[in-house]
């Protein structure tokens, strides 16, 4: 399955009938549907930006419509011949069926956008919009592929690594119309996150020379050890940013000669949150979290884990980050709840059972269980947050469209 989300991982240690198009973003460049062939500009000159299309999911939200999870499945026979069901996922019976299928052999399948009542589908140059209620769909040609992994309103933005320009690449896809954007991005952005706003944070290198090809091992590697990672907002309307933080990219030195960095977790209520880590440079000497506000500043420091284990990571719900989840190993696990500000040890989640793998907007969470220690067929099982939290282990089955069915 094509997925068009290429690797930020660069860095990772550390998104009917066409209508007549919106003009196109300050600083980016507009794939018209009818024009064949198009190439951005190299310096595209500013003009007015279309409306705001509201809060911007991230990828492990924008399946979820509120009531069911989609996902896409492929299928095909001994001739050749290939269809693309698109399957949702019941998570109050925890029961999946097929929504529709679409007689088309692509090479290319993207993963579903659900906003508003309206399912959205690329496969190759082709946008389905299809609807929640009856399968009953419309398709609008599109002049490119794209395959949006984040999501509001009107939008559906993909996003890649250029390692060339060493700087990330957005285009926008407008869900009505299909015309294509290509975004202006600030030099030298390494990192882009959803929120659940209508903006996106970004992380840029900030270097006294453009840095070499991230292609350039050795060169690259040393014109890092002096940059510094800019955390800022970026408004993919205006092409504005407003920065929040900056820091040295490797860490802030410490009084030892270690180094403290931040980790970005995911925003809500207004806060975002971070993990930290202090190393050494050979293995870690502390670690915790702690968020700040959407200005960058009023930073607080979240109670320590009630388990050892630096490894920090997040759980989001409908936009914003719920849980924080860290741990090291069987038995070992915990998960903090911003809804309550409390921790919860999880003795029951090891590393093949009882991991929590999404956190679905009517706050039940999908379970994953490693079928026979790994050489079997994974189970997933449906289960209340709160029961979950307590320790419980009285889950619900999935029942799957069929045996091959994606979760």
Not at 120 to 132: A, C, G, N, P, W
Request: hydrophobic content about 35%.
């Amino acid at each position: 399955m094509k997925r068009s989300l290429l690797a930020l991982l660069v860095l990772a240690a550390c998104l009917t009938a066409c209508t007549s198009a919106p003009e196109p973003e300050s600083g980016g460049e507009v794939f018209h549907t009818t024009v064949e062939n198009a190439a951005p500009a190299e310096d595209p000159a500013p003009s007015a930006a279309p409306s705001a299309g509201g809060a911007i999911w991230g990828e492990n939200c924008q399946a979820d419509s509120g009531r069911a999870w989609y996902t896409v499945n492929p299928v095909g026979d001994e001739n050749g011949t290939r269809q693309v069901q698109l399957l949702r996922l019941d998570y109050n019976t925890g029961k999946q069926d097929c929504l529709c299928t679409i007689d088309a052999s692509p090479q290319q399948v993207g993963d579903p956008l659900v906003r508003n009542g309206m399912v959205y589908l690329v496969l190759d140059q082709t946008l389905y919009r299809i609807s929640e209620e009856d399968g009953q769909m419309d398709t609008v040609a599109l002049d490119r592929p794209i395959f949006p992994v984040l999501a509001d309103d009107v939008y559906g933005y993909d996003y890649a690594f250029d390692p060339g320009s060493n700087n990330v690449q957005i285009q926008r896809l407008d869900l009505q119309t299909g015309e294509i954007t290509l975004l202006s991005m600030p030099i030298q952005t390494l990192g882009v996150w959803a929120v659940g706003e209508p903006r996106l944070l970004i992380c840029q290198m900030a270097t006294d020379a453009p840095l070499p090809s991230a292609e350039q091992g050795e060169q690259y590697a040393a014109a890092i050890q002096n940059a510094d990672c800019v955390y800022s907002w970026y408004d993919p309307t205006t092409g504005a940013t407003e920065k929040l933080l900056e820091e040295p990219y490797y860490g802030v030195e410490q009084e030892d000669g270690s180094r403290r960095r931040r980790n970005f977790l995911g925003m809500a209520d207004g806060r975002l949150y971070f993990s930290w880590i202090v190393s050494n440079g050979e293995e870690p000497v502390d670690y915790g979290m702690e968020s700040c506000d959407a200005t960058g500043q009023d930073w607080q420091a979240l109670p320590d884990a009630p388990v050892a284990g630096e490894a920090i990571w997040s759980l989001e719900q409908q936009g914003k980050v719920r849980w924080i989840l860290g741990g090291r190993g069987s038995g070992e696990y915990w998960i903090y709840d911003l809804s309550t500000g409390q921790y919860h040890e999880m003795p029951q989640v090891t590393a093949i059972d009882y991991w929590p793998w999404l956190l679905f907007r009517n706050d039940k969470v999908l379970l994953k269980f490693d079928g026979k220690n790994g050489e079997g067929m994974l189970v997933y099982g449906l289960m209340d947050g709160d029961a979950y939290l307590a320790g419980g282990t009285d889950w619900t089955p999935v029942e799957r469209y069929d045996d091959n069915a994606p979760i």
